[in-house]
């Protein structure tokens, strides 16, 4: 069963750090590659960091590079985003979604393009003075 339950959003002001965690049930960190993304009203939703299943393949939004790091702890089932040096424009609700995935995949642009059947709820993360 594909689970994926997001936590760690907030307000922050412009130049901090944030964690988000995206904690998924067992079948999906094995079968799945996981990825956080963004929405903002208006606008489509966007790939903000990526991993493949086995790991072999990452992905970081241009917008993010530098300032983000997508981590995963496979014995606890959790995927983690640490957002530093954040920006108003990184507002928005950050959503974890799950891409089914052989292992032998090693592609990211299912990322890059959102293309996700599985969701969480999402968080919100605000950065405002």
């Known amino acids: 069963q594909v689970q994926l339950v997001e936590s760690g959003g907030g307000l922050v002001q412009p130049g901090g750090s944030l964690r988000l965690s995206c904690k998924v049930s067992r079948f999906t960190m094995n079968y799945y590659g996981i990825g956080w993304f963004r929405q903002v009203p208006g606008k489509e939703r966007e790939g903000v960091a990526c991993i493949t299943r086995a790991g072999g393949g990452l992905y970081y939004g241009d917008s993010v590079k530098d300032r983000f790091t997508l981590s995963r702890d496979i014995d606890k089932n959790t995927v983690y985003l640490q957002m530093n040096s954040l920006k108003p424009e990184d507002t928005g609700v950050y959503y974890c979604?799950?891409?089914?995935?052989?292992?032998?995949?090693?592609?990211?642009?299912?990322?890059?393009?959102?293309?996700?059947?599985?969701w969480g709820q999402g968080t919100q993360v605000t950065v405002s003075s």
């Open positions: 979604g799950g891409k089914r995935q052989i292992l032998s995949d090693s592609s990211t642009t299912w990322c890059a393009s959102a293309e996700i059947y599985d």
